[in-house]
């Protein structure tokens, strides 16, 4: 149900445009007398109904290719029967709620995707570590589906853990051939070339996917870490700014955003801004510790590769102001 939750900034902002823009319109047509301008009341019931459909329009927009067809048979019967609440008898409208209700819970089970008995595989075998037996699995459900971009990503992240980079990219660019609408599969793509030190090709990926998700702070953050790699600082400032007022969810993330900031606003020569980036960082204590600890384990030592310098800084600059200087 996570799918659900992921919104994003823009496309709130986009319904609270609709919502308020159609609220104006209605109070527009209340302040007409009714009588002398019958029109008004069946296009307020259009207006009403623009605002579910609208809203639904705006979150599919968002979703990869394989979650879109789903919601769409989900949401909007649902949002027809809520519609239809407005124009029925008073007595009927409780009815018409519940049907509406039942429908989503019951979409929600009946439209729920199965996973093939090879990607169950795959995930129990990751589970415990045993990275070929997930492999084996993968590429035998893509021998039978080799069309289905969900099993690339899959297969994509498990070759990541095991640290073949190579086949990893090639995976998602197989999802952007066969999703090129995907933001999540160009964000893929960014991180492994970027984990692959293929800087400039890491960037163009993750500028497809803020391209194609405007607004998602998952391709913000990316951009703004591959910058920063190649010391491109205004953008670097400007995306790892981005990705911040988007409301990052994870300490973690925000550590290392502000991190890149303070080190742009340093190559910029702006050290006051540097200390305040610094200052936000400081508060991020709780995301250093996850770090060391996902840095921990077992599997991440492609990880290690990339993130294991940012986090000795950030560590460092958490004790010593003086360190600072070393970031440019």
Do not use: C
């Amino acid at each position: 149900m996570t799918e659900f939750l992921r919104f994003g900034t823009a496309r709130l902002r986009a319904v609270f445009l609709l919502i308020a823009l159609t609220g104006l319109a209605s109070l527009v047509l209340n302040a007409l007398d009714a009588r002398e301008n019958p029109w008004t009341t069946p296009l307020q019931t259009l207006l009403a109904f623009s605002v579910p459909v609208g809203a639904i329009f705006i979150y599919v927009s968002g979703l990869d290719p394989s979650s879109r067809r789903r919601s769409i048979i989900i949401l909007l019967p649902m949002a027809l029967a809520l519609v239809l609440t407005l124009v029925v008898e008073a007595n009927l409208r409780l009815p018409l709620a519940g049907v509406a209700l039942g429908w989503a819970l019951a979409g929600w089970f009946l439209f729920r995707p199965k996973q093939p008995r090879q990607v169950q595989q795959a995930i129990r075998a990751l589970r415990r570590g045993r990275h070929r037996e997930a492999l084996a699995a993968m590429d035998e459900i893509i021998r039978l589906e080799p069309k289905v971009a969900a099993h690339y990503r899959l297969r994509a992240e498990i070759l990541r853990l095991d640290g073949n980079l190579s086949r990893a990219s090639r995976d998602y660019r197989r999802m952007t051939d066969l999703a090129p609408g995907d933001a999540g599969a160009w964000n893929g793509l960014a991180e492994v070339l970027l984990q692959a030190r293929r800087h400039q090709e890491a960037l163009e990926a993750a500028r497809e996917a803020a391209r194609l998700a405007p607004g998602d702070w998952v391709a913000s953050y990316n951009q703004g870490m591959i910058e920063d790699r190649l010391g491109l600082a205004r953008p670097a400032l400007e995306h790892a700014g981005e990705a911040l007022a988007a409301n990052v969810p994870d300490a973690r993330h925000r550590l290392l955003l502000n991190l890149y900031l303070a080190r742009a606003r340093m190559r910029l020569g702006d050290r006051a801004g540097a200390e305040k980036a610094l200052r936000h960082m400081r508060r991020e204590r709780k995301g250093l510790e996850e770090w060391q600890r996902l840095l921990a384990h077992e599997q991440a030592a492609t990880l290690r590769k990339v993130l294991e310098g940012d986090i000795q800084l950030a560590l460092a600059l958490m004790q010593d102001d003086a360190a600072l200087d070393g970031l440019v």
